[in-house]
């Protein structure tokens, strides 16, 4: 992927963005915003990612429990034959949301609702890496740590969102001692666009409902 290109995606983004978020003002008394109507939610997100200082393709699905922990599955590829450490990479691993439950139950959710959504959508990820290069294979894959949010583009939890995150990588190799860290060849930033949509997997109590 070019770099025009990645910057025509990050202004379409912006572009897309700015007449939803006026939307999203909005929300409901309770500042749930649908996020209590089911368990657990999957999101899909594509975009773009400057991986090792190039422009990459960046993919990502999430699975999450409560929107507070979950699963999350990631694919980078900057279609370089060069081996590196962010080059053709899949992540996986846990993601973690510590502000939504905590804000709910003191009442912090107040609005305007891309506000709280924005906020809630802080997200911690630790997870291994797996790629074609050595120190990022099966036998002895690289560790990734990273930091996200997202903003949204309704005034519900279920609908568009636009991510943006960031990840550092360590190869099997750095967690060693191998070789010194060098951040600025193992990090990885992308921003996204990606749609959030909820599901009942009955993991509370398979005879709970909504109570209106």
């Given amino acids: 992927m070019k770099p025009s290109r990645l910057v025509a995606l990050a202004a379409c983004v912006a572009a897309l963005a700015t007449p939803c978020v006026a939307a ?16 657990s939610a999957v999101q899909l997100d594509l975009g773009a990612a400057v991986a090792d200082g190039h422009p990459a393709l960046h993919s990502r699905i999430t699975l999450r429990y409560l929107q507070t922990a979950g699963l999350f599955f990631a ?6 034959s060069e081996l590196t450490a962010a080059s053709r990479a899949v992540d996986a691993g846990v993601e973690l949301r510590p502000l939504f439950l905590p804000r709910t139950s003191y009442d ?8 709280d959504l924005l906020v809630d ?10 790629g074609r290069q050595p120190g990022f294979d099966l036998r002895a894959p690289g560790l990734s740590l990273g930091l996200g949010f ?13 991510d943006a995150s960031g990840s550092l990588r360590l190869s ?41």
Wanted: aromatic content about 10%; glycine content about 12%.
């Fill in 108 to 115: 912090l959710q107040r609005g305007p609702a891309w506000l």
């Fill in 150 to 162: 997202a903003l949204p583009l309704t005034s519900s939890a279920s609908g568009p969102w636009i």
């Fill in 121 to 130: 959508s802080v997200a911690l990820r630790v997870g291994a890496v797996f």
């Fill in 24 to 39: 999203a003002a909005g929300g409901d008394p309770d500042g749930v915003y649908h996020r209590l109507r089911s368990d």
């Fill in 172 to 212: 099997h190799a750095h967690l060693s001692g191998a070789e010194d860290v060098v951040l600025a060849r193992d990090t990885v930033f992308a921003l996204s666009l990606g749609w959030q949509g909820f599901l009942d997997a009955g993991l509370v109590d398979a005879g709970d409902g909504l109570v209106r």
């Fill in 75 to 80: 694919y980078n590829d900057d279609f370089r």
